[in-house]
């Protein structure tokens, strides 16, 4: 279904589909949707909010004052956050006062937590932000587990899978399955994940991008060496 919305302070493009029962609030910002985007019913969008070309937001979502890329499937809530293009999370699961990259892939029922239960500062990297609200930084080509738990103001590095509850910063190229429990993903899987995800969104695995990955899993060897990073097959033992 094709729907004009006439709402001040929503601006759609072309070839946007909104269902039944969408509700759009902008007055704290307006709303703005790319061409080929699909609103599933019952959905709640809340400005300032800017949502890319041909993306599908699910049914029963709310997003507020967030940026979403293009192509990505969104669903659950998504509070003051930033999300790459290509990337989905298309469940639900709480998200809130994050940073993530694109071609990611969050699992159904991952959560972030922005707050501490003391309501005290959070810190990022070792540094106090001065700040209460503060969700997680998450590196492009990350992918997360069903029902993944991520702490409040932790960075995941990218091309990362993520098992579980997540309490310390995750290195880039690695299986985190438990706080200390961290294996190397091998190159070759990275690349052989991020092939296959290129292709369910027809976009070409280029040898520029092999080569992206080889300089990124290269230059990253050192992080995984100070953070203990075990090598050998992935054990959930």
Not at 1 to 26: A, S
Not at 42 to 57: F, H, T, Y
Request: hydrophobic share 35%; net charge positive; aromatic share 8%.
């Amino acid at each position: 279904m094709k729907k004009i919305i006439k709402q001040k302070n929503v601006f759609v493009g072309k070839n946007v589909t909104v269902e039944p029962n969408v509700f759009f609030d902008t007055s704290n910002g307006k709303i703005e949707i790319g061409d080929g985007t699909k609103i599933k019913a019952n959905v709640a969008l809340r400005g300032p909010l800017s949502i890319g070309k041909n993306c599908v937001i699910n049914t029963f979502s709310e997003i507020s004052d967030s940026i979403i890329g293009d192509v990505c499937k969104i669903g659950g809530e998504v509070v003051s956050s930033t999300i790459g293009s290509y990337t989905n999370k298309a469940h639900h699961g709480f998200l809130g006062h994050s940073q993530v990259g694109s071609w990611v892939n969050i699992g159904g029922g991952t959560s972030v937590s922005n707050m501490k239960n003391t309501y005290g500062n959070i810190k990022v990297l070792g540094v106090d932000t001065g700040k209460t609200f503060v969700g997680c930084v998450i590196g492009d080509y990350v992918k997360t587990a069903v029902n993944t738990s991520i702490f409040c103001g932790k960075v995941i590095g990218t091309a990362s899978h993520i098992y579980g509850t997540v309490t310390e910063d995750v290195p880039p190229f690695v299986n985190h399955v438990a706080t200390g429990k961290l294996f190397e993903l091998p190159l070759e899987v990275a690349i052989k994940v991020q092939k296959a995800m290129s292709a369910r969104r027809n976009v070409p695995f280029t040898e520029d991008d092999k080569k992206n990955f080889e300089k990124m899993f290269k230059e990253t060897a050192l992080d995984r060496k100070k953070s203990k990073v075990k090598k050998g097959k992935l054990s959930f033992k």
